[in-house]
Each structure stands twice: as structure tokens, then as C-alpha cells.
């Protein structure tokens, strides 16, 4: 008898793949943005 896939698990880990790179992105995003509103707040400062 051949071993049956278990779909569940594989659906958890696409999920927990799509939420992991989701975070990325956002961290990606808002360093960016961080970096990009540093040197305007200094620039305004002075």
C-alpha cells in the first residue's frame, strides 16, 4: 500500500512559507522607509 500524502501538513507549510515571506517583505519595507525618513529628519532639524 502506498503512503497517502498528507495534504494538511503540506497546506501548513505553504502558509507558514506565505507568512514568513510576508514578514520579510514588511521588515524590508519599513527599514526602507526608516532609511529614507533619517536623512530628511536631520535635514529639517538643521
Known amino acids: 500500500m502506498a503512503i497517502k500524502p498528507n495534504y494538511q501538513f503540506e497546506k501548513r507549510q505553504r502558509e507558514l512559507d506565505k507568512k514568513k515571506k510576508k ?3 514588511l521588515q524590508k519595507k519599513s527599514l526602507s ?3 529614507q525618513k533619517s536623512p530628511n529628519s ?3 532639524i538643521l
Do not use: L
Request: proline letters at 0%; hydrophobic letters at 10%.
Open 23 to 25: 514578514t520579510e517583505k
Open 33 to 35: 522607509t526608516d532609511e
Open 42 to 44: 536631520v535635514e529639517k
